[in-house]
């Protein structure tokens, strides 16, 4: 169900930090995310931002053309599923 973009590919070292980060409990992993964006420079968060409203809009879009097969209280549910295990 999850699809994987990347738009570069990270060094061994981040691949690393990355698996090991990913056995986290989900609030310590979300701690982490957020110091790191913290970490970035204001135009980094910028391009990120814009980079994650593009996406909710592709993703309506998606959605409203019937590509999308779940709701969005479906894809919340789901994340709570997720959250939980």
């Known amino acids: 169900m999850r699809r994987e973009r990347r738009m570069f590919e990270m060094s061994p070292r981040g691949t690393e930090l990355l698996d090991e980060i990913l ?3 989900p609030q310590e992993r979300a ?3 957020e ?3 913290d970490s970035l420079s204001p ?3 910028r391009a990120i931002q814009q980079m994650c409203a593009d996406e909710a809009e ?3 879009d998606a ?3 019937g590509e999308i097969a779940l709701s969005g209280e479906e894809a919340i549910a789901w994340l709570d599923e997720q ?3």
């Open 43 to 45: 135009d980094s968060t």
């Open 23 to 25: 056995t986290l409990p």
């Open 58 to 60: 592709s993703r309506l």
């Open 63 to 65: 959605y409203e053309r």
């Open 31 to 33: 701690q982490l995310a």
């Open 83 to 85: 959250a939980v295990s």
């Open 35 to 37: 110091r790191i964006l």
